[in-house]
């Protein structure tokens, strides 16, 4: 695929995967904050929603920033560029303000309480969600170096060694398994970065591979809950992400209309989305405590609509500053790498 064709795909359909991907991960955050609120239930349907959604919403994240690397402009100085504006800086940011936030609200209304001794932390362990970007961090140097002193025959190689690696690992038994995710995590930013390209641009019939995808992860999720088999997560994973991505590939390609143009826009403040939608979902715990409405759909519900329109104002704001100062504001908050009329973003 040449790198003019490639551009074209992200409009087409990378920005609509990320749009889907983002609202499941929001799902699952306002989900999960159920869980952590000792007034409510986490019933046994909304731990299904959990596992369901586990089992390949963020690998479909870390699959898409191999993806966007892979269409980023070439060149070491650019990758690293990206990877601090990117990455980095928001990463940095995002997580002071989160452990000052959180230290600073009176413990009855924070799930997870954190001190501002945590703030020193942060360069060696990532808190709550913001581990995403500390691993993707580590996952982008250390797949610019791949790039950079490996060839492609190489960086296959590489590829094949993680997933197995990682498979063994799992197997090995619990002490390993932070070692194995991180692992597991690089090899699905690699698939999406030396792989996913050639597939997507070497098949034609996208809808009935969005169908077989789906009936694979179906059958694989279905063994593993009633075996929970440890072999199977990453092909679990990974056939629930190739789901999404062929479904949103034949959704560019027919047509797609308002549906995709949303997904899109969407997609296109995803990092936005990310940073910001766990203070909309605490802000919606809290409206609906102090107003007497406090429940598990409510909060699910609502926590979810707030985590993503939120944000996504936020990110509209933040872009329409940006072309007005004509300077890039939006990297100067950690929202991403402004680049005039548009945001880079890592996923």
């Known amino acids: 695929m040449s790198a003019g064709s490639l551009v074209s795909q992200r409009i087409g359909w990378v920005d609509v995967a990320k749009g889907i991907g983002i609202i499941l991960i929001v799902i699952g955050h306002a989900n999960r ?9 986490w019933t ?10 586990y089992s390949f919403h963020v690998p479909l994240f870390f699959v898409l920033a191999g993806v ?9 100085r650019n990758g690293v560029h990206s990877l601090v504006l990117g990455i980095v800086v928001p990463y940095l940011i995002w997580s002071i303000i989160w452990i000052l936030c959180k230290s600073l609200l009176p413990s009855a209304l ?21 581990w995403f970007l500390y691993h993707l961090v580590l996952i982008r ?6 790039e950079h002193w490996l060839d492609r025959a190489e960086q296959w190689i590489t590829l094949v060694l993680l997933i197995v690696a990682s498979h063994g690992l799992r197997l090995i038994g619990e002490d390993w398994a932070f070692v194995a995710h991180f692992i597991e995590n690089t090899a699905f930013f690699g698939f999406g970065l030396i792989v996913l390209q050639q597939l997507v641009t070497g098949i034609s019939q996208f809808g009935r591979m969005a169908i077989v995808s789906f009936f694979a992860f179906a059958g694989l ?3 593993n809950w009633m075996g929970d088999v440890q072999s199977l997560g990453f092909l679990i994973s990974t056939t629930g992400a190739l789901t999404v991505i062929f479904m949103t590939v034949y959704l560019d390609k027919s047509g797609g209309g308002v549906l995709r143009d949303g997904l899109a826009r969407i997609g296109q403040a995803s990092l936005v989305i990310f940073l910001l939608h766990v203070f909309a979902i605490s802000l919606v715990r809290l409206l609906l405590l102090k107003t007497g409405y406090l429940d598990s759909e409510a909060l699910l519900f609502w926590g979810s609509v707030a985590g993503v329109s939120l944000p996504y104002l936020a990110y509209v704001t933040g872009r329409w500053m940006s072309n007005q100062a004509g300077q890039p504001v939006m990297t ?3 929202w ?12």
């Open 33 to 41: 904050s159920i869980d952590r609120s000792p007034l409510l239930v």
């Open 44 to 53: 046994d349907e909304l731990r299904a929603l959990d596992t369901f959604l």
């Open 68 to 76: 966007s690397a892979a269409l980023a402009r070439p060149g070491w």
């Open 110 to 130: 924070v799930n997870v309480p954190l001190d501002l001794s945590d703030l020193w932390q942060i360069l060696w362990m990532p808190v709550d969600h913001f």
């Open 141 to 146: 140097m250390i797949w610019l170096f791949a």
């Open 221 to 223: 999720l279905a063994v």
């Open 332 to 334: 100067w908050v950690g």
């Open 336 to 347: 991403g790498r402004w680049q005039g009329r548009g945001i880079e973003t890592p996923a």
